[in-house]
């Protein structure tokens, strides 16, 4: 199958700034890719290069097996549409309420009432939140809630890829692993496709197929939570917070 996202030999940086460098790894369908690295490492800077924010410096990113820099203004409004994305903290409009702020992708895809409403509904279903939340405005939810709009906007128009931006932040333990179990849940159910920036061990532990880890300007390491975890290198020590231990 060919992967939804690739990145070959990417190069990365803000005016000349390098941020990274020689990043290779793709997210194959019904994969949870998790992108993890210290704080400044490079994570964001690389979602806004897939979603074709920024051009890199060098190397490919493929999306969808397009590369997304040489399309057509139109072509790449295109290619976004097929993609959902959950926004650090949420990122709900607070003027407008759950249902307005979900239904949103539909409106900017030019969807009519008629389909807006039942695919709203279930978008919310599918987050876990009950329909009586649709009326509801950002500032009168919690932070575990305003997660689960965020989700259901994210989902709400079928996306073959969803991005995540450390969904789990900020989040009490038990919200984030309720978050963590729902997201689980989803994955089984509708083997759904996604890279997630996440530092959150269990998200990552629970959720990922493959993490890629990035750190010092480059792609330390990928593979399985667990294999990962095995590594002598003391940058992937200090990411799983096995600093003060032994190698095993
Ligand atoms: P992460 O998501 O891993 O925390 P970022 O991708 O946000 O890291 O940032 C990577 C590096 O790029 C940091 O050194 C950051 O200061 C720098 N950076 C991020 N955004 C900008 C920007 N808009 N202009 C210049 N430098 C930036």
Not at 181 to 198: F, R
Request: glycine share 10%.
């Amino acid at each position: 199958m060919d992967p939804i996202v690739s990145f070959e030999n990417v190069e990365v940086d803000y005016d000349g700034h390098l941020v990274l460098k020689d990043v290779c790894f793709e997210v194959q369908p019904g994969e949870i890719v998790g992108l993890a690295g210290p704080s400044g490492s490079g994570k964001t800077t690389l979602l806004r290069h897939l979603i074709g924010l920024k051009r890199p410096v060098r190397g490919r990113i493929l999306l969808f097996g397009e590369r997304l820099a040489r399309l057509s203004p139109a072509a790449q409004r295109r290619l976004r549409q097929r993609i959902g994305v959950l926004f650090q903290g949420g990122a709900l409009l607070s003027s407008l309420n759950v249902y307005e702020n979900v239904a949103l992708p539909l409106l900017e895809m030019g969807f009519s009432d008629t389909w807006i409403c039942p695919m709203v509904s279930l978008a919310l279903s599918l987050a876990g939140l009950p329909p009586e939340n649709a009326p509801r405005m950002p500032s009168e939810l919690s932070g575990g809630m305003v997660t689960r709009v965020a989700l259901a906007r994210g989902l709400v128009a079928e996306p073959e890829l969803l991005l995540l931006d450390e969904p789990t932040a900020g989040l009490d333990p038990v919200v984030a692993d309720a978050f963590i179990a729902l997201m689980g849940d989803l994955q089984k159910s509708l083997g759904i496709t996604a890279l997630m920036i996440s530092h959150d061990l269990r998200a990552l532990e629970r959720l990922c197929h493959r993490i890629v880890l990035v750190g010092d300007g480059r792609l330390i390491a990928q593979g399985r939570f667990h294999e990962l975890k095995q590594k002598a290198d003391p940058r992937i020590r200090s990411f799983f917070r096995l600093d003060g231990e032994r190698n095993p």
